[in-house]
C-alpha cells in the first residue's frame, strides 16, 4: 500500500511538471540573470536606416537688383559697342593718325553700318586735331561719341499725342518680323499708364496669329481690339475702326498693318489705299506714321525707309532689336538720309525694354564710352 501511495504521489508530480510550459530556446540555452550574447547581423536583417537630418535652411536670395535705363542700353547695345571698341582698338594701339589709319578708320566705321557720310565726318574732325600725332583709342571713341550725337541729337523728338483730335490715329508699318505688332502693345500699355484711353485695329488681316497677338496686348492693357477674320479687307477695318474710335472719344487709336515687303509694289498699293480710306473721315489722319525697323537687317533699313516713306508718309521711326546686333550704328545712316524723328528704341522684350530716344546715351553706349 505504501509503494503504491508513493508511486501514485510521484507519478502525479511528473505529470504536473510535463504539463508546465517549456521554456524558449534563448532562455533554455542562456538562464536569468546571463546576458544573451547580440544577435549577428545577418540573423537581426539591416540595421534600420538613420533618419535624415533635416534640410539646412538657407536665407532667401535677395531680389535681383533691377537694372536701369541707361544699364539696360548699353547692354543692349554691346554687340556694336564690342565691334567698334575692338577694331578702334586693333587699329590705334600705340599708332599716329595718318592717312593708313584714317583708311582703316573709315572702313570699321562703314562696315558698322554708320554709312560713309558718317564716317568721313568723324574721321575728318579726327584728321583737324590729331593728324600725325599720337592717338589713343579712348580719344577716338570719345570723338566718334561726338559726333554721332551730334548727328543725332536734332532728331531725338517724343511722340507727341494731339489732345485736340480724337482719336489721334498712328498707323503703325513694317516689314514682316520688325517687332511692329508688339511695338503697338508696348506703346499701349505706355498710353495707359499714362491715362490715355487706347484703341487698337488689327490691320494685318493677311496673317491669324498677328491678329491673336494684338488681341492679347488689348487684354494685357485693358485696350478694346477692332478686328475681322483673317482675310478680310484691311481697309475697311480701318474705316470702320476711325468711325468707332470718334464716336468713342477714345484718345489714340493705332492700326496694325501687314508686314509688307517694300519690294511687292501690289502689298504696298494697299497699304497707301488705307492711308486713303482714312482721310475719308479725318483729312489730317493718320497724324503718325511711325515705321518700326529691325535694327539685324542693317543697311537694308535704308531701302525699307525710302519706300515706306514714299508710300505711306513716314513721320517717325523706332528702332527694335538693338540688342540682338552689331549693327546698330545703321541709325546713324538712317539719320543721315532721311532726317525722320526717332521716337522709340528696343533692347529687349519687355515693356521697359521699349524707350523713348535719348540721343546722348545712345551715342556713349555705342562708342563704348558710357559710365
Do not use: C, Y
Amino acid at each position: 500500500m505504501a509503494n503504491k501511495f508513493l508511486s501514485g504521489l510521484f507519478g502525479k508530480k511528473k505529470t504536473e511538471e510535463e504539463t508546465v510550459e517549456a521554456p524558449s530556446e534563448t532562455e533554455a540555452l542562456h538562464p536569468a540573470g546571463e546576458p544573451a550574447p547580440p544577435v549577428s547581423e545577418q540573423e537581426a536583417g539591416p540595421p534600420p536606416a538613420p533618419e535624415p537630418d533635416p534640410p539646412a535652411e538657407h536665407p532667401a536670395p535677395a531680389p535681383e537688383k533691377k537694372k536701369g535705363w541707361l544699364s539696360r542700353l548699353r547692354d543692349g547695345l554691346s554687340k556694336s559697342s564690342d565691334k567698334l571698341s575692338e577694331g578702334v582698338t586693333a587699329i590705334f594701339t600705340k599708332r599716329k593718325l595718318d592717312d593708313d589709319t584714317i583708311d582703316e578708320l573709315t572702313d570699321l566705321l562703314i562696315t558698322a553700318d554708320l554709312g560713309v557720310p558718317a564716317a568721313t565726318r568723324i574721321t575728318t574732325a579726327l584728321a583737324r586735331d590729331k593728324f600725325d600725332k599720337d592717338i589713343t583709342d579712348e580719344e577716338v571713341r570719345t570723338a566718334l561719341a561726338s559726333e554721332v550725337a551730334a548727328t543725332l541729337a536734332p532728331l531725338e523728338k517724343p511722340l507727341l499725342i494731339d489732345g485736340v483730335k480724337k482719336p489721334h490715329v498712328l498707323l503703325m508699318v513694317g516689314v514682316n518680323g520688325a517687332g511692329k505688332t508688339t511695338t503697338i502693345g508696348k506703346l499701349a500699355k505706355k498710353f495707359a499708364d499714362d491715362g490715355k484711353s487706347v484703341m487698337l485695329a488689327a490691320g494685318d488681316t493677311f496673317r491669324a496669329a498677328a491678329i491673336e497677338q494684338l488681341q492679347v496686348w488689348g487684354e494685357r492693357t485693358g485696350a478694346p481690339v477692332i478686328a475681322r477674320k483673317a482675310g478680310a479687307d484691311a481697309a475697311g477695318l480701318a474705316f470702320d475702326a476711325v468711325k468707332e474710335a470718334q464716336e468713342k472719344g477714345v484718345d489714340i487709336l493705332m492700326i496694325d498693318t501687314a508686314g509688307r515687303l517694300q519690294n511687292r509694289k501690289e502689298l504696298m498699293d494697299e497699304l497707301a489705299k488705307i492711308v486713303r480710306v482714312v482721310k475719308k473721315l479725318d483729312e489730317t489722319a493718320p497724324h503718325d506714321v511711325i515705321l518700326t525697323l529691325d535694327a539685324t537687317v542693317g543697311q537694308n533699313a535704308l531701302s525699307q525707309a525710302k519706300t515706306f516713306t514714299e508710300i505711306a508718309g513716314v513721320t517717325g521711326l523706332v528702332m527694335t532689336k538693338l540688342d540682338g546686333t552689331a549693327r546698330g550704328g545703321v541709325l546713324v545712316a538712317l539719320a543721315d538720309t532721311f532726317k525722320l524723328p526717332i521716337h522709340f528704341i528696343g533692347v529687349g522684350e519687355g515693356v521697359e525694354d521699349l524707350q523713348s530716344f535719348n540721343a546722348d546715351a545712345f551715342s556713349k553706349a555705342l562708342a563704348g564710352t558710357a559710365a
